[in-house]
């Protein structure tokens, strides 16, 4: 596994000053940590920051807005990147989900600090505030209109709301236990949601109601991904015709991330299961990188990509830290995770 190299602090800020310090670390799996620090000394004749590293540590290019760091003993380099905006007044506590609209013009977000809101993407000017959940709201979403959002609480209620007013137009209830995650099928005629009680529920937006249970696991499913399956995977056939309210559900998969370390693949139209793979630990997330390959991330901290034409092994496990790995998102060539340190 390959070292990590990591600022401990927010370095942005810290070397935005005339003067300022940050700390690093570059850890190897069983190796001794080491230790060390970057120092801003002013800046250099066409603006850029002049920085320097403490022994063992390289500094390579710098800009205004990022810096390449290298351990030459490990072998081992990161480009450090600063953000590009931060909003600090939109919630009071931490940030538990957020989505941008598909123009790019809104976000929402929920936090712990038991709030849903939308806010202009520009400058973080709060638009609306959505109430209505009892207790924590976990997870939030835009439709692809970018004007209705999805939303799922630890009240077993999953709402639909008016970004354009706040109101609730929508509350689907059924689940026994609080919604962990949400999906939108096409262009959102269906919903899926998956909650503490162990199941996974497609509902139709236009009767409000459950069309079904997808699956039944047993274990709470942190996370789910639906998409586009490839032709030579057998889906499974349905035990009986689809309700004619399933828009958008044929040749469609749905990744399951579980609580007891398996992440499974569900048939949508079919319910049937597609496989089942066994993890280091928890899953919370998941995602698609195509219509062959997926990406899961477990609570030790470990990415798993797979072929769901099969998952007997996994493609490549990267473990970067032992974090919990909170979130992942497809981008470029690549994809994006978060973890909880």
């Known amino acids: 596994m390959a070292a990590t190299l990591r600022i401990q602090s927010d370095w942005s800020r810290a070397l935005s000053r ?4 940050a700390w690093l670390s570059c850890r190897s799996p069983g190796k001794p940590t080491l230790y060390g620090s970057v120092t801003r000394r ?7 920051p002049d920085i320097v590293a403490s022994e063992g540590f390289v500094v390579g290019e710098v ?12 072998n081992v380099s990161t480009k450090f990147l600063a953000p590009y905006t931060s909003f600090s007044r939109i919630h009071q ?21 038991g709030t849903m809101k939308i806010w202009q993407a520009a400058n973080g000017e709060i638009r609306r505030l ?16 970018g004007l ?14 008016s970004a354009e007013d706040a109101s609730c137009v929508v509350t689907f209830k059924g689940h026994k236990a609080g919604i962990l995650d949400t999906a939108i099928v096409d262009r959102g005629r269906n ?9 996974a529920r497609l509902w139709d937006c236009g009767k409000s109601a459950c069309l079904g249970i997808i699956a039944d696991c047993g274990s709470p499913i942190n996370g789910i991904a639906v998409g586009a399956a490839d032709n030579s995977l057998n889906l ?9 309210r399933e828009v958008g559900t044929e040749g469609k998969i749905l990744l399951l991330a579980r609580e007891d370390k398996k992440l499974q693949g569900v048939g949508l139209q079919s319910r049937q299961p597609v496989f089942l793979f066994v993890g280091s630990d928890a899953f919370n997330c998941c995602t698609f990188l195509s219509s062959t390959y997926i990406l899961a991330g477990t609570q030790d901290g470990n990415i798993y990509q797979l072929d769901v034409r099969n998952t007997n092994a996994p493609i490549q496990v990267i473990h970067r830290s032992g974090a919990p790995v909170l979130s992942l998102l497809p981008y470029r060539d690549g994809f994006i995770a978060s973890q909880g340190n």
């Open 63 to 74: 800009t205004k807005k990022s810096i390449l760091i290298s351990c030459p003993h490990e």
């Open 148 to 161: 209705v959002v999805l939303s799922g609480g630890m009240d077993a209620q999953l709402k639909i709301w």
């Open 191 to 199: 919903v899926l949601s998956c909650s503490r009680d162990g199941t």
């Open 130 to 145: 959505l109430e209505g959940h009892v207790y924590d709201v976990n997870c939030c979403r835009f439709f692809p209109s």
């Open 236 to 244: 499974g056939t349905p035990e009986k015709p689809p309700s004619e």
């Open 18 to 21: 005339d003067e300022g310090e």
């Open 93 to 113: 506590k931490s940030i538990t989900c957020l989505d941008i609209s598909s123009g790019g013009g809104l976000g929402v977000s929920t936090s712990t600090d």
């Open 42 to 48: 002013g800046l250099s004749s066409d603006g850029v």
